[in-house]
């Protein structure tokens, strides 16, 4: 019963996707509610941006439809979080309400940052915040002020990492699915039914949506982003899977696979923003302004073209989340982590290689 429901709730947030997101379509297109080219985008044409206003709704409908039709059929969910819920259900409805106005008329990165930050609060005030780091840098139980801190800035750092990796067709959405999916699968293994729930019923709105963004015809008026409101929900959705995945009922003991897990689907937006700061405050820039120095804008100057560079990013996230499963069982989380830098590092090294050959063989030809 408990596949059934999950299964249930998935079908229903990916129908209704179905149903929304092609009305959001005609409301945006009749009230020029579009997303403007300029020299930092990759879109050539006016497009809609609107496309996550239909992500949390659908998301709390069935959500609540689902948790009503198991009390109703007398299959409700043991030591439900119901508070966790609440608080999440408030959080979640203050970054729509932001990504909203942001996508309409525009909202400065101070207020998001706030609006996140007093988000992430109602996600730690019932419980959820990190009491061990599983051994990394040999730190295992964590004292709750530390983990209270550290926890606000994790909310606030994979909402911003998803918002940030939102840079050309597919790509913020895809790396959602693929983490949505693995961290709903290991809530499933671990009996958390709740949210197990809320990823599946997450990836589900998020289908329809994926496949609008990035098969779309802008001249046909069939293309949609999702803006800061989908962004910013998705980023808080996942981090309160990764927070609940990677606390210990044991934090004196080291190691935690759920938190690898959990972590490793958000390796490429989580390096790539730390590596972007550091870009911006070596060229002495303000590390919260936009630029074209995203790990997707380094892949089309590579010649790739926006598709190619979607799926390529995709599988490396799959790459990385392989790899760390294979792993867990032969090493720390330190020296996983380490492992992770390395390879990634090596990989922006031959990319940066590409990007300079490219640059000369263009000089050449000009000469």
């Known amino acids: 019963m408990d596949y059934l429901f999950l299964m249930s709730g998935f079908l229903l947030s990916l129908l209704l996707g179905m149903m929304i997101v092609p009305k959001i379509l005609l409301i945006s297109y009749k009230k020029r509610l579009f997303d403007m080219p300029d020299s930092r985008k990759v879109h050539q044409i006016p497009v809609p941006r609107l496309g996550g206003i239909s992500f949390f709704p659908v998301i709390l409908i069935v959500l609540c439809f689902i948790l009503g039709m198991r009390l109703y ?13 609440l608080f999440f259900a408030v959080g979640g409805m203050m970054l729509f309400l932001i990504g909203v106005a942001d996508d309409l008329v525009g909202i400065g990165y101070r207020y998001k940052f706030l609006v996140q930050i007093l988000a992430a609060l109602l996600i730690v005030w019932p419980g959820e915040w990190f009491n061990t780091l599983g051994g990394l840098f040999g730190i295992d139980e964590l004292p709750k002020t530390l983990g209270v801190s550290f926890t606000l800035f994790v909310v606030v750092y994979i909402t911003n990492a998803i918002n940030l990796i939102d840079g050309i067709d597919g790509l913020a959405s895809g790396l959602s699915c693929i983490s949505l999916i693995v961290l709903g699968v290991v809530c ?27 098969f779309g015809n ?95 990013i995709l599988f490396i996230a799959l790459f990385f989340i392989v790899l760390n499963w294979l792993l867990t069982n032969h090493m720390g989380m330190t020296g996983l982590l380490i492992t992770d830098i390395v390879l990634w590092s090596l990989l922006q090294l031959g990319i940066n290689h590409v990007i300079k050959k490219n640059k000369e063989t263009k000089k050449t030809i000009e000469v």
Not at 73 to 85: K, M, R, S
Not at 189 to 211: H, N, Q, R, S
Not at 238 to 252: G, Q, T, Y
């Open 73 to 85: 059929c007398g299959y409700p969910i043991e030591n439900l979080p119901a508070n966790e819920f």
């Open 188 to 214: 499933m293994v671990e009996g958390d039914e709740l949210y197990a729930l809320l990823a599946f019923c997450t990836f589900g709105v998020i289908v329809p949506f994926w496949f609008y963004n990035v």
């Open 218 to 312: 802008a001249k046909r008026a069939h293309k949609l982003f999702m803006g800061d409101t989908g962004s910013l929900i998705l980023g808080y959705i996942i981090s309160l899977l990764v927070i609940h995945l990677s606390r210990a009922d044991n934090p004196e003991v080291a190691g935690n696979s759920n938190m690898i897990f959990a972590f490793s689907t958000l390796i490429v937006p989580l390096f790539d923003v730390v590596r972007v700061v550091m870009h911006r405050l070596r060229e002495k820039k303000n590390p919260f302004l936009p630029d074209k120095n995203h790990f997707h804008h380094k892949l089309l100057r590579t010649g790739l073209r926006p598709r190619a560079v979607m799926v390529s």
